[in-house]
């Protein structure tokens, strides 16, 4: 019963890191990511910019910017 249980909150889990990810404005690649820890989410982002910088992800040749954030490091804060 605790596996199928699990199993839930993992599927939970990845299909709000799914949503996170349209939030990106990257085009060639969408990422979200949760971290979870003891069944609690701690933190959740998406991929893209540091805030003050342009939104734009890629450059002219479709390789993303040097100053592109992972999903699991740009925390999103309000």
């Known amino acids: 019963m605790k596996v199928e249980k699990q ?4 599927t939970t ?3 709000m890191a799914k949503e996170w990810s349209k939030l990106s404005h990257c085009n060639r690649k969408k ?3 949760l971290i979870v820890k ?3 989410i701690i933190s959740d982002g998406y991929n893209g910019t540091p805030s003050g910088f342009d939104n734009c992800c890629e450059d002219k040749n479709g390789k993303t ?3 592109v ?3 699991e490091a740009k ?3 309000n």
């Open 7 to 10: 199993r839930k909150y993992d």
């Open 13 to 15: 889990y990845l299909k």
């Open 31 to 33: 990422v979200g990511a």
């Open 38 to 40: 003891d069944k609690m």
């Open 65 to 67: 910017k040097w100053h």
């Open 69 to 71: 954030l992972h999903a």
């Open 75 to 77: 925390n999103v804060v």
